[in-house]
């Protein structure tokens, strides 16, 4: 049997904003004053939340892990994140556009990018593709307890 991959599906911006859309949601939540995310930490989605290399360090792992403690038990998650974010670039900038277009995402005055998105269809809940959700939440969770985007870019050794 041969198993083939879906590229398509796995670079489309409508999936990849409803994951961010997950992801800034769940930052939003974790905010003691209720602050969306930089848009700058969107970036960090696709290679960490969404790439299926670093799906199995997520194993085990909750909301309430933590960024700190996932690095710890996975130290090579950041081995090379600066050049897969750079290689990812034009596809989440693809998604953050798409999102905004279709008012998914909303992009703030102040650079931050809130999410409006109430209810997940139903056709990217499950499989690879809830996972990715999941990982995007625990993602977003972790990256706002750690108080600043500067402070989340600089624990993954990436800057902007």
Not at 43 to 72: K, M, Q, R
Not at 89 to 117: H, K, M, P
Request: charged share 15%; net charge positive; glycine share 8%.
């Amino acid at each position: 049997m041969m198993t083939a991959r879906d590229v398509f599906a796995e670079t489309n911006p409508a999936f990849f904003c409803v994951v961010f859309a997950q992801f800034c949601r769940s930052y939003q939540q974790a905010q003691p004053v209720k602050r969306p995310p930089a848009a700058a930490l969107i970036y960090l989605v696709v290679p960490i939340a969404i790439s299926e290399e670093l799906a199995h360090t997520f194993e085990g792992c909750n909301i309430d892990t933590g960024l700190a403690v996932w690095l710890h038990r996975s130290p090579r998650a950041v081995a090379e994140l600066a050049k897969k974010v750079n290689l990812t670039l034009e596809i989440t900038t693809a998604a953050i556009r798409f999102g905004c277009v279709t008012g998914t995402l909303r992009l703030t005055g102040d650079g931050d990018l809130e999410s409006s998105l109430t209810k997940i269809p139903a056709s990217v809940t499950g499989g690879v593709a809830g996972a990715a959700l999941k990982r995007a939440r625990m993602l977003g969770a972790w990256a706002a307890a750690m108080g600043s985007p500067r402070a989340v870019l600089e624990a993954l050794g990436v800057s902007v």
